[in-house]
């Protein structure tokens, strides 16, 4: 009765090599969707491929731009990863990026004091704007069970205009910059012509987000509060405590990533400090899963498709093709995690009936 | 095969990740009778029943009705041809009403109507079948016994020559599992067929006419109920003689273990879940909380093991007053929870066996040491905790939990939780769902607990296993004790109208 | 017209783009599917309403043209989140992305050019003559009447007095349910996410044919993710949906006023007032349920956000 050949069927838990195995081929399967579009547009695909490759990895000055542009979305990324661990959603990281930027703009601008000293405390000022930021939606979610995906994202649009608000009126430079403040006075100090030490950050929370999270009690609980939080909560953890600790963590990473912007990379309070790149950690924190070493890679390979949009603007190709392309491809990827649950097994034969 | 068969099944196969739950099943269903599909838990009964229903797609077989072979690749299919299930878990939408229950996905249903009309067509349908529903009641706040009368109706108006029913008896008390049968033989006599899917010897042996019984996924035999006897299905059910009751030891102590008085909670959308209720569990002693589910059972485990609050009322163990303390607090007091939903409650499903297992111990050395956890210690404490348990196929303590059995997840979750419970150990419908010998082996680790000394709050459904096991019987009806009975001189039938309300606290004559 | 009355005509229309993305958004959810793609299918309506106004100038051909993209879209985003089950936060997350980027990119050449098809204010005979009221009220585009009448009534009666609503309801509470009595939830899953893609291009068509009628780089300006809010504090109800738009179309009107009359408040006050607001309404929303002693998942889609598998055991 039954055909020949194989069918699908689902099982009880995900093989994560097939999920990967899966994202890659769609992150592919995207790219090439998207070249053949272009191409049918009239954009020689190959050759600008060609080129965004020369720009991000021909010279020196490439692979710093890349960096520069990686080092932030591989932040975000972490911070987003951090709450995934306890099944929340931040999609808020650039709004906690931007009130870490404006809490460090605010004591680099306001207070004065020694270097070293000063870099320390916009540090603690960032991290805490951040976590602050990030604190409204924790609440809201772990004690009111509004979701934190909604928040989130309404307090970066509230967190844009502020930053908007602060950088073209309160805080503006009035002379130089008609759309940032005046130059932050303190500076992240530089390891190269083009690099400061700021790209070294997100290797550090890295390390520790994985000794925390992968030995600690801490870690412990929370990933066991993530995989069932009622679990959690009969074996003697406090659900909801957590729930807002860990947004204001992540939080704290998004702000401190906001002031290594404002004491790095730009100097100045200015709306392009977010930019969007917590959504592209969004991005890199869903395929990468649940490995830190690969948030780290797709971070950069992420950041090298913003790098290529950006250079190849006089080609035709502009970071508004990048959100598109990176759209197509967290859509093909996001069948990873389906495809983990199945597995192709043979038909069997029908037995007669007796 | 017989043209009269209102369904007949052939050489039904179907699998599950590796597991076979049915092999090449034949099975026949006549107008007029009562067929029982008799078998453990895990022997395939339900898988059966859902193939038949359209719910699960066989891997191989024909189904054929009278009008002709059906491949029922949905409900819908099946519906159509006539045969309909009322499922275990009923499958109703709980913010709905009756009457929107009973008229969705409905053919019959007008295409534009209001709650009123919805309303009215439902109280003529309740007449006409005569089972009685409340049409206007969102089915939350509806009885089981409601709900499953619902569930019936449900099947029927849709034209339903074949009724199937899943274990439809677990959740009623006595008296209406008595309004289930006459409902049952009604349909029977009137030429429709009834599939009674269940793991009770006596019951299956008074409702039936035919039962077939299941095991290992396989037709054991077909008998005719009028020409066998409940040991002869007990031996086709389990492949060996029944094992002898298990053993009971000392008398329970004096010393109190937990306290319970005045305790009123709310449950969900804020309804009275428990009103007043006082009760003690002794050292060394079982105590069974029957009652049909809904009635307060969970909120009483959530309150005496500090997940949830008590508005009124104290809790305490062993003198010490704990009522909405945190439930590290209770832990701390020897307190261990086996829940009524394991992989609700119990276990991180995505989580290892190892991260499982240290629950109750993570914090604390050995395993704790600064703040992190020592994974050699972790490894080497659950490999100790898994052989304990008689865990099999955790082989691999890195692999998720969610790939054990369910009665191995269940070894595990009892072991885990008796072994801290130095004082009191609650354990909700802890055999539910369970082959016989991973049955055992919790009842057994429950018994064990009582001899050691420790108190053991029990709630449950089943009559049969309360009154094997525990002490003295308490019923809860509605958020309130109905009743007290000690097990040596327990009237089944008195603790049966206690369970539908019957009996009032103050020993008022039976009103049902 | 008094400032009180311009100000109201302002609001009227502000809200439309709440009210029929978030009635999209609203029947979705009512069937158990998130859709967080809310935005980007209102940018691609708006972007397909300035492109087709190129080459036509009936507002009615542009605003179907948008209507159809945003349905494509809503096609792809059932295609993931329904038929292939991808979790629907990934699903919605990436139509936004892919949305946002074409609209921009297909929109750049177009940005701040005036839009030649727009529609024309529809006066109501009787009504409009009215005083201060009629022009404000009853003098509107053709959507505005759609948005607070027609489309509010004809969901009402769907979802809450026909078969096919109760099958609509009844999928998002409970699938298995709704599988088990014979409904097809991919069906009518697949069904309401067209429809939220066709309204919410109708909301973003709506701004480049009436409201705002030149195109801007992001034209949904996050709208969409008030109109998700929106269905959460209109506790899943079409009429207070319609509240929910007027009070959003209220605040942005608030602002315009506030520069027209040259108060002297900082403009950051107003341009986040209506997300501020929005974050207060849901927790406002959450304590009275609390009061109430009942939790927002109770009154939530009890299916909301989860694929549905007939064979999960």
């Known amino acids: 009765m039954s055909r020949p050949g194989f069918r699908l069927q689902r099982r009880t838990t995900a093989a994560r090599h097939q999920a990967a195995a899966v994202k890659v081929v769609g992150a592919l399967a995207a790219l090439l969707l998207a070249g053949i579009v272009l191409q049918l547009s009239g954009r020689p695909t190959l050759d600008l491929a060609s080129a965004a490759l020369d720009y991000n990895l021909g010279d020196w000055f490439g692979i710093e731009e890349t960096l520069l542009l990686a080092a932030p979305i591989v932040l975000g990324a972490l911070a987003v990863y951090l709450c995934f661990r306890i099944r929340l959603w931040n999609i808020g990281i650039d709004g906690q990026m931007s009130m870490g930027a404006v809490a460090s703009a605010a004591v680099g601008l306001h207070v004065d004091g020694p270097e070293a000293l000063m870099l320390a405390a916009m540090v603690v000022a960032g991290a805490l704007g951040g976590a602050l930021w990030a604190l409204i939606p924790g609440v809201l979610r772990a004690y009111f069970q509004i979701n934190e995906i909604i928040t989130t994202l309404l307090l970066n649009l509230v967190a844009l205009q502020i930053v908007v608000y602060l950088s073209v009126t309160a805080w503006a430079d009035g002379g130089v910059s008609l759309r940032s403040t005046s130059p932050i006075p303190y500076e992240v100090p530089m390891l190269s012509a083009g690099l400061d030490v700021g790209v070294l950050v997100p290797l550090l929370v890295a390390g520790v987000l994985a000794l925390v999270l992968g030995r600690s009690r801490w870690g412990y609980e929370t990933t066991i509060i993530g995989a069932n939080a009622r679990a959690g909560e009969a074996a003697g953890m406090s659900v909801r405590r957590r729930i807002v600790l860990v947004m204001m963590a992540s939080g704290a990473i998004a702000g401190l990533s906001g002031m290594l912007q404002v004491a790095g990379r730009l100097h100045v309070l200015s709306e392009d400090v977010a930019a969007n790149t917590g959504l592209y950690g969004f991005i890199v924190a869903a395929l990468a899963g649940a490995s830190i070493v690969a948030i780290i890679v797709v971070g950069v390979l992420i950041a090298m498709l913003l790098h290529s949009g950006i250079s190849l603007a006089t080609d035709g190709v502009s970071t508004d093709v990048v959100v598109a392309v990176y759209g197509l491809i967290l859509l093909l990827a996001s069948l990873g995690e389906v495809a983990a649950r199945y597995r192709l097994i043979p038909r069997r034969r029908s037995r007669p009936a007796e | 095969m017989s043209d009269a068969a209102l369904l007949a099944a052939e050489g039904i196969s179907k699998s599950f990740d590796q597991t076979l739950a049915l092999d090449g099943v034949d099975l026949k269903l006549d107008p007029g009778e009562v067929h029982a599909l008799l078998g453990e838990n895990g022997a395939g009964k339900t898988t059966l029943a859902n193939v038949l229903a359209g719910i699960y797609r066989p891997d191989a077989g024909v189904i054929r009705t009278p009008g002709g072979v059906v491949s029922a690749q949905s409900p819908r299919e099946a519906i159509a041809a006539g045969v309909g299930m009322v499922h275990q878990h009923f499958r109703l939408a709980e913010a709905l009403t009756g009457a929107e229950n009973l008229h969705l996905g409905w053919s019959d249903t007008p295409r534009f109507a209001g709650p009123r009309l919805l309303a009215e067509r439902t109280d003529r349908i309740c007449e006409e079948y005569g089972l009685k529903v409340d049409a206007r009641l969102p089915v939350w706040q509806m009885s089981v016994g409601e709900r499953q009368r619902l569930e019936i109706l449900r099947v029927l108006v849709r034209g339903a020559r074949v009724l199937m029913l899943d274990e439809p008896t677990a959740v009623l008390t006595p008296t209406e599992v008595d309004g289930l049968f006459d409902a049952l033989r009604k349909l029977a006599a009137a030429g429709r067929s009834v599939l009674f899917v269940s793991h009770k010897l006596n019951e299956v042996l008074e409702i039936s006419d035919r039962i077939t019984v299941l095991r290992g996924g396989r037709v054991e035999a077909t008998r005719s109920a009028a020409s066998t006897t409940a040991a002869e299905l007990a031996r086709l059910m389990t492949g060996h003689e029944t094992p002898p009751g298990a053993p009971r030891g000392a008398r329970p102590g004096d010393a109190a273990v937990l306290e319970v008085e005045g305790v009123s909670v709310r449950g969900s959308h804020g309804r009275r879940a428990l009103a007043g209720v006082s009760f003690a569990v002794q050292e060394g002693e079982i105590l069974g909380i029957a009652g049909v589910s809904g009635n307060g059972q969970t909120e009483l485990a959530e309150v005496v093991t500090g997940l949830r609050t008590p508005e009124e009322g104290s809790v305490s163990v062993d003198g010490e007053q704990l009522g909405g303390a945190s439930p590290r607090r209770f832990a701390a007091a020897g307190v261990g929870y086996i829940p009524a939903d394991r992989m609700a409650t119990a276990l991180a499903g995505s989580c290892s066996v190892l991260e499982n297992a240290i629950v109750r111990d993570y914090d604390r050395p050995p395993l704790a040491r600064y703040g992190m956890i020592d994974r050699g210690a972790a490894r080497r404490f659950t490999a100790e905790l898994v052989a304990e348990a008689g865990v099999r196929g955790a082989d691999d303590i890195g692999a998720p939990v969610s790939i054990l059995s369910g009665g191995n997840q269940q070894k595990l979750v009892a072991h885990r939780e008796a072994r801290m419970a130095r004082r009191l150990l609650v354990a909700c419908l802890p055999t539910r769902g369970l082959d016989v010998a991973a049955a055992h082996a919790i009842r057994n680790k429950l018994l064990e607990r009582r001899g050691a000394g420790a108190g053991v709050l029990l709630i449950s459904e089943d009559l049969d296993e309360l009154l094997e096991l525990s002490d003295r019987v308490l019923v809860l009806y509605e958020g309130a004790i109905a009743g007290e009975f000690s097990a040596g001189g327990a009237d089944r039938d008195r603790i049966g109208i206690a369970m539908g309300g019957g009996l009032r606290p103050a020993g008022a004559p039976a009103a049902a | ?313």
């Open chain 3, 1 to 313: 017209m008094s400032v009180f009355f311009s100000s109201l005509d302002i609001a009227v229309q502000a809200g439309v783009v709440i009210i029929l993305a978030g009635m999209g958004e609203l029947l979705l959810e009512r069937t158990g599917v998130m859709n967080l793609g809310i935005e980007g299918m209102i940018s691609i309506g708006a972007v397909a309403a300035v492109l087709m106004a190129t080459v036509s100038s009936e507002p009615v051909v542009c605003l179907l043209v948008a209507v159809g993209a945003g349905m494509a879209v809503g096609a792809v985003f059932a295609l993931f989140a329904v038929v292939l089950r991808v979790n629907q936060v990934l699903a919605g997350l990436a139509i936004f992305l892919l949305c946002i980027g074409l609209t921009n990119e297909l929109g750049a050449d177009y940005s701040n050019v005036p839009v030649k098809a727009t529609f024309d204010d529809l006066a109501l005979p009787g009504l409009s003559s009215i005083p201060e009221i009629g022009p404000a009220l009853f003098d509107q585009p053709i959507l505005v009447y759609v948005a607070y009448v027609v489309l509010p009534c004809v969901v009402w009666l769907v979802l809450f007095r026909s078969r096919h609503g109760l099958n609509v309801r009844a999928v998002g509470e409970n699938p298995a349910a709704a599988d088990a009595a014979g409904i097809s939830v991919m069906r009518i899953r697949t069904a309401y996410c067209l429809v939220a893609g066709g309204l919410a291009a109708a909301a973003g068509a709506y701004l480049m044919l009436s409201l705002t009628p030149s195109f801007s780089l992001n034209p949904a300006g996050g709208r969409g993710w008030v109109a998700l809010a929106a269905v959460i504090f209109a506790a899943w109800l079409p009429w207070r949906l319609v509240a929910a738009g007027l009070l959003f179309g209220g605040l942005t009107s608030l602002g315009l006023t506030a520069q027209a009359q040259g108060w002297n408040i900082p403009t950051v006050i107003f341009a986040v007032l209506p997300y501020v607001v929005t974050i207060a309404l849901m927790f406002l929303i959450a304590l009275r349920l609390r009061l109430q002693r009942l939790e927002l998942r109770e009154v939530a889609p009890a299916a909301l956000a989860t694929p549905y598998y007939r064979e999960e055991r």
